[in-house]
């Protein structure tokens, strides 16, 4: 099988955990940021995650692929339940956490920005829904502020050292780590210890590298 790629992309991290969670092998390939062709070429649509088969089909949807992936591991299927306190945590932080990630990640050597147009083209898209990258890169400290309040309030869910509800596998994983994966790309978070060390541990168990030593 082959996955279809952003590095950056927090719906790609979903699907790159099940993989490496659930220990199945998959072909990972990072499609150049301004690509258009390839994936039009092969969903219908700009847009990654994309799974090609192994009988040759696609599939996009980085939760269906999750599932489908979840499935053909044969290992016990991951819980679908998202507390609700969780999922109010997602829909606070999702708010402004695109304001703080998104103008670093052409800044820290990311596959699919190699070319100045892939570059372009993500500032101009990003821009046009987020506003400008520079005012928000001036905003960092206060960003971190109302980050950094809410990360104790996440904390205070994290039941296990390995999954969020302390007992296994579950959409709540496959939600929040990608978003904690992407902040590990601003320089000055500092994660709560116990959603440190269960950020460390996921991305070790599912071989999804932090950004922590790129940030910026
Ligand atoms: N609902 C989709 C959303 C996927 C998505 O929005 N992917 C973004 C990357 S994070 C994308 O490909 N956007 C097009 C672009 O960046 O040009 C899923 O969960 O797979």
Redesign the pocket.
């Known amino acids: 099988m082959k996955l279809y790629i952003?590095d950056?992309?927090?719906?790609?991290v979903?699907?790159r955990m099940i993989f490496g969670l659930r220990g199945l092998a998959v072909e990972e390939v990072v499609l150049a940021?301004d690509d258009?062709a390839t994936?039009i070429g092969m969903i219908g649509?700009?847009?990654?995650?994309i799974l090609q088969k192994n009988d040759g089909s696609y599939m996009?949807?980085?939760?269906?692929?999750v599932r489908y992936i979840d499935d053909l591991a044969g290992k016990g299927r991951l819980k679908e339940e998202i507390r609700p306190e969780v999922q109010a945590w997602l829909d606070k932080a999702n708010t402004y956490v695109s304001k703080l990630v998104q103008p670093r990640m052409v800044l820290i050597g990311l596959p699919e920005f190699a070319t100045q147009s892939a570059v372009n083209?993500?500032v101009h898209?990003?821009e046009a829904n987020i506003g400008s990258f520079a005012e928000h890169l001036a905003k960092t400290d206060e960003y971190l502020q109302t980050l950094h309040t809410d990360l104790v309030g996440l904390e205070k869910q994290v039941a296990g050292e390995r999954y969020l509800n302390g007992e296994g596998l579950s959409m709540e994983d496959i939600h929040v780590f990608p978003l904690l994966r992407n902040l590990t790309a601003v320089c000055g978070l500092a994660l709560p210890s116990k959603l440190k060390v269960y950020t460390d541990n996921m991305a070790a168990a599912s071989g999804v590298p932090l950004y922590t030593d790129k940030a910026v």
Do not use: M
Request: charged content about 25%; overall charge positive.
């Open positions: 952003y950056h992309c927090p719906f790609c979903r699907t940021n258009e994936p649509a700009k847009q990654v995650p996009g949807e980085s939760l269906d692929i083209y993500f898209k990003k």
